[in-house]
């Protein structure tokens, strides 16, 4: 009986010692959670939102046409982050006169090729791509 | 003159009376238990700056001060900046407990920011330790460093040590990194791209990507339809120079996108298998692999 005591007192004090491990582990275990997280896929839908009038809700329906058909096929050519489609539906969203839309688009396209001198523009860390967006 | 000589005797005497206490200044130590009291509630950025200026006024424990400071940092998310303290709390102790906590905090940080190979270089200095709670920590990071770092057999046999005690955690972390192999060799990235390179959308297929392949199919076999009909109608010059430069385009555009869907595949995979190790670790019931 005596042993018995013994015996079960020095599992439960292991139980506990075990416990205590685990908690000191639980701080680090959500820490570490979503470190392998796979990036989310970029729903492109979400430019047809801010669409205001028919000119704007046309050329959201091409990129998103374009998005999913075309550029999901395509070779990764774009110099730039955001990319020239994303920053044309942004500028066509952002820019009240859709002349000065047109010609920002246009000097885009026409910036948009591998001779681009590095230090020109800042580097997306995340892409490592030439960073452009409408606000410059 | 001679009446004010009395009562100026008077001020002077109470004066003296009021400033002739003896003055507590505010101490390092009590400027480090502001800290203490400031971390426990939360106020991270003040219990930092703190903490630093009981460091930079010479606080006897710099040591320790470097591990709170770091810790704070790490609460923040300011991940370098972690690091950097616990590198200070290393070089300024001489206790092997607190050099093992500061590697460990260190190697932490680095996880965090997905510096694994760093974190490693880190933890590979110490072995085991002679405290069993920083003997857990050790393998738990070891396992996570290696798991980030692509090494799956290094990986799988820290989880192992981590939860050493418990038989049937193990063979259910064993059965994870199986599965995980199954899932790697299932989902080739290589064979994903040589497959679209036979038949345009075949390694969209084999990704499990139908929506893709399809789109990929159908793209590329308009675009052949196309050299053909402009070699018909024009000369065969021109649909080579017009229209081919496209098919190329989508055609390595197509085989590289399905080497990238086998790659997220691979990556949504190996994060199900990660979360069901930490689930094992934790205790909890372990979820199911989908497949």
New interface residues.
């Given amino acids: 009986m005596k042993k018995l005591l013994i015996l079960a007192l020095i599992l439960i004090s292991a139980l506990g010692?075990?416990n205590?491990?685990?908690a000191?582990?639980?701080a680090?275990?959500h820490?570490?959670?979503s470190?392998?997280?796979?990036s989310e896929k970029v729903n492109y839908s979400v430019f047809a939102k801010k669409n205001k009038n028919e000119i704007e809700s046309t050329f959201s329906t091409m990129f998103i046409i374009y998005k999913?058909?075309?550029s999901?096929?395509?070779?990764?050519?774009c110099v730039f982050q955001p990319s020239c489609s994303v920053f044309a539906i942004e500028c066509i969203h952002h820019e009240k006169s859709k002349i000065t839309a047109f010609l920002k688009i246009s000097d885009r396209l026409m910036r948009c090729h591998p001779l681009v001198s590095p230090g020109t523009y800042k580097i997306d860390e995340e892409t490592g791509k030439f960073f452009d967006p409408i606000e410059n | 003159m001679k009446w004010l000589v009395k009562p100026a005797l008077i001020f002077l005497a109470i004066v003296n009376l009021i400033f002739s206490q003896p003055t507590s200044a505010q101490n390092l130590d009590d400027i480090v238990r502001f800290s203490d009291q400031q971390f426990i509630k939360g106020n991270f950025e003040l219990a930092a700056n703190e903490y630093n200026r009981a460091l930079f006024f010479g606080h006897r424990d710099a040591d320790q001060l470097c591990l709170k400071i770091a810790n704070c940092y790490l609460s923040q998310n300011k991940l370098e900046q972690s690091a950097l303290f616990f590198d200070r709390a290393y070089f300024s102790t001489n206790s092997d407990s607190i050099k093992t906590e500061a590697i460990l905090g260190k190697s932490f940080s680095l996880i965090l920011d997905k510096k694994y190979i760093l974190a490693l270089s880190e933890l590979i200095n110490i072995d085991s330790t002679k405290y069993s709670d920083q003997n857990t920590k050790l393998n738990f990071l070891k396992g996570v460093a290696y798991f980030g770092s692509n090494q799956d057999d290094l990986a799988e046999i820290a989880f192992k040590k981590c939860i050493a005690g418990f038989p049937g955690k193990t063979d259910d972390i064993e059965k994870d990194f199986i599965q995980l192999k199954k899932i790697e060799k299932r989902y080739n990235p290589q064979t994903a791209w040589f497959l679209s390179l036979i038949v345009p959308g075949a390694g969209q297929l084999y990704s499990g990507e139908l929506k893709e392949a399809a789109n990929s199919s159908a793209l590329l076999g308009g675009l052949i339809y196309l050299t053909i009909s402009f070699a018909a109608k024009y000369s065969f010059w021109e649909a080579i120079v017009i229209v081919f430069p496209w098919f190329q385009r989508y055609y390595i555009g197509g085989a590289n996108k399905a080497e990238n869907m086998a790659l997220e595949k691979q990556k949504i995979k190996r994060n199900n298998t990660y979360q069901s190790i930490l689930r094992t670790i934790e205790g909890e019931p372990q979820q199911q692999i989908a497949n």
């Fill in positions: 010692f075990v205590d491990c685990n000191q582990l639980t680090y275990l820490r570490v959670d470190l392998f997280q796979p999913n058909f075309f999901s096929q395509d070779i990764d050519a």
